[in-house]
């Protein structure tokens, strides 16, 4: 089993939790806790919302895309 906290455990006192269990190659969710408070934005993710945003204006290329080319090039810890 692997055990996860939230990163802000001691900064917003947020007692969630995870237990995975790697099963076919692949973590599954055992337990979970839910976090005590909303996620946090970083300017890495607001900075791909901009650039969304102004390609959709100032391009002719389909929004669909535009937002699968964002999160496929976005560092992993900010794409979905």
Known sequence: NYYWCCKSTKLLNCNSQAI???SNEQQ???KFVDHNHSPSTSAESISNIKEVKTQVKNTRTLSC???QLCTTSAPSHIAP
Do not use: A, E, S
Request: net charge positive; no cysteine; proline share 0%.
């Open 28 to 30: 599954m969710v055992v």
């Open 20 to 22: 995975t269990r790697l």
């Open 65 to 67: 895309q535009i937002i």
